[in-house]
């Protein structure tokens, strides 16, 4: 069954340590993104990968990490310096640009 | 930073009203892509537009793109329950990424 899958779909974390959100493809996509979802804020783009071994940062990449060593894997990794990182996280793919994206369920992340 | 921008930000309507939601862009785009987010889930395409001018249809949506690229609409004929959730606009940018606008949350009372 292919897809985008992104786990856990809830995460708690405590202030002050670093979580690794999972998203992982089996499209065979080249694209992948990021996105963070506040309310009333639409969807904003933290990281985004055209190929793997590169990527680049999006609006917000302050304060986040990511990599891209395999094709179907693009982890983010929210580290301790993101202010305010309590949000709905969903990574996308697409074959290249300019096409449809595909998006995983989401990650919510609540950091106490 | 933000180049798409969509209005209204929520809009309640009655069942077998209709319903418009516009996305408006102060440069030209290259494209736009509409998608939309039902409450709890993730954003799913509908539909994506390149033609200046281009208006498609997908049953009771109506989607267009304006003549000179710089606005386009999405409209529901005789709006549902099915149809609560919120819409986004996208562009597509070359050699980066989709870029959404803020969305229009669409409630329906029956």
């Known amino acids: 069954d292919g897809g985008i899958t992104q786990s856990p779909k809830y995460l708690f974390r405590k202030e002050g340590q670093n979580v690794t959100l999972s998203c992982e493809q089996n499209?065979?996509?080249?694209?992948m993104y990021w996105y963070r979802q506040d309310p009333g804020q639409g969807l904003r783009l933290i990281y985004y990968s055209q190929i793997v071994n590169d990527f680049q940062k999006g609006d917000i990449a302050e304060g986040y990490s990511v990599s891209r060593e395999k094709k179907e894997s693009f982890p983010l990794t929210v580290t301790s310096a993101q202010k305010n990182p309590t949000a709905f996280y969903l990574c996308a793919s697409s074959i290249g640009g300019r096409v449809e994206a595909f998006f995983g369920q989401g990650t919510r992340l609540t950091v106490v | 930073g933000q180049q798409v921008m969509q209005i209204p930000q929520y809009q309640h309507v009655q069942e077998g009203e209709d319903f418009t939601t516009y996305c408006n862009s102060s440069t030209t785009l290259s494209n736009i892509q509409w998608y939309k987010q039902r409450p709890g889930g993730h954003p799913v395409f509908l539909i994506q537009?390149?033609?200046?001018?281009e208006v498609k249809k997908q049953k009771r949506l109506t989607f267009q793109f304006g003549e000179a690229k710089k606005n386009s609409s999405l409209h529901i004929t005789a709006t549902q329950t099915t149809d609560v959730g919120t819409y986004f606009c996208a562009e597509n940018q070359a050699g980066t990424a989709l870029i959404f606008g803020k969305g229009t949350t669409l409630s329906v009372s029956s």
């Open positions: 537009l390149v033609k200046s001018g």
């Open positions: 499209l065979n996509h080249d694209a």
